[in-house]
């Protein structure tokens, strides 16, 4: 297949994580200091030949609030052909959490790489896993939040540096099924956006957690892989496993996987396609429901990029678009970020496939000239930082000891009503017999 050049690409996107810097909110729940680094050092191999942990090269284990580490992460990342990062955007019904980087970005207007968001509207909770048990920041969709949440998207999408397809901002969500009411929101910001002069919004929902339906049931104008973890099961490859370690994990090949994707047939409306580096969230689950994608090489993962650079025109009218999870999801093992093992070989791979060539070494800066001037106010914000997390921690605390108090009075009176249930059932039953002997 032949390289594909820069004039006739697609776009390629890679998602973006935020969370490599402390914030109050995880210094309460996990410990003072707590990062995405902590996880991912904390992984052990689960069977011979398991790589793990995943530890960084060229950048290191780096802090998202030094803006050196922005800087050198989007040279790195436009010089391989990487046209822009996908942010993951927390929004908890008005509350933002690990926002520092992107509000920096924004506010400095460096580094000049484009960008786009991704709400990330899933629950925060202690098993690292979205669900209902254990929840330390919980979702909510008023209509209040969404107000709140529509104007701060509008002054987003404003920024000259954010993603346009065919000229209107891209906004991705993350889960559209726990939208009470996806239509109407995205009804909403449709009208806010074209209202504030900065475009009818290009909506993109993943296809996550079981919703891998038409994006326009949702308003939505596209849909998108999110692939791993999300397309396991419904493109067959749940029953696909590699007899290594504890058979509670889930070990793939990753040449299967590669293959079974390529041979998937496009459906009828527009869907990007997703492509990965990798995929291993032991650093997050290594207890026994691990999923790990093994065997990957930058070899096969170029392979894969190819292929979908290559049909991304004749699957997605207008602008194409190929995603790539992802730049930096360390504690997931799906990053193009240079580690020991590897070094830059993914970067390398993703520049032959997307820009036909690996760039010169003149092109790869080692002091990024793009930085934004220095913040005037680092001792306040140590000293309010402090604050935050006592009070984050005590917030916490009482959160948790209430959810438990419920979880105690509830059980019991539940178990109470099944017995009372039981019993009318009994007594309807025997009082029908004596109504009506025959």
Partial sequence: MPPVTPSERPLVLAYYLPQYHPVPENDAWWGRGFTEWTNVVQARPLFEGHYQPHVPGDLG???????????????????????????????????????????????????????????ANENWTRTWDAGE?????????????????????????????????????????????????????????RKATITAGVGDPWVVKFDTHGNFDDPATTGCDAAAQFFPPHGIVEVGLEHVRLPLGDPANRVLPY??????????????????????????????????????????????????????????????????????????????????????????????ATARAALGAEPAASELPAAPADLPPTAPFEELYAELYDRFVALQRQL??????????????VGPLEAQLREQQELAARLAERLSRRLDPD
Avoid: K
Avoid at 183 to 188: H, L, Q, R, S, T
Avoid at 396 to 409: C, F, G, I, K, N
């Fill in 61 to 119: 284990f780096y802090d998202l609030r030094l803006p050196e580490v922005r800087a050198r992460q989007a040279h790195l990342a436009q010089a391989h052909g990487i046209d822009g990062f996908v942010y993951y955007h927390y929004w908890f019904g008005g509350r933002r959490i690990l926002d520092r980087p992107f509000d920096e970005v924004r506010r400095s207007g460096h580094p000049s790489m484009p960008f786009a968001l991704c709400w």
């Fill in 396 to 409: 916490s605390a009482v959160d948790l000891a209430a959810q438990r108090r419920l979880e105690h009075t």
């Fill in 255 to 348: 040449d299967t996987m590669v293959d079974v994707l390529l041979r998937q047939p496009a459906p009828d409306w527009t869907r990007y396609e997703c492509v990965a580096p990798g995929w291993d969230n032991t650093p997050r689950r290594g207890d026994g429901r691990s999923m790990v994608v093994h065997g990957s090489t930058p070899e096969a993962y170029e392979l894969w990029l190819r292929h979908a650079l290559e049909r991304a025109p004749r699957r997605t009218p207008g602008q194409p678009i190929v995603f790539i999870n992802a730049w930096n999801e360390w504690a997931e093992g799906a990053h193009l970020e240079p580690d020991l093992q590897w070094g830059d070989a993914y970067l390398r």
């Fill in 133 to 189: 048990q254990e929840i330390l920041l919980e979702q909510s969709y008023g209509p209040a939040e969404r107000a709140a949440h529509v104007e701060y998207l509008v002054d987003a999408f404003a920024d000259e540096r954010y993603l346009r397809v065919d000229g209107r901002p891209l906004f991705a969500i993350y889960r559209i099924g726990s939208l009470p009411d996806a239509e109407g929101f995205v009804v909403a910001l």
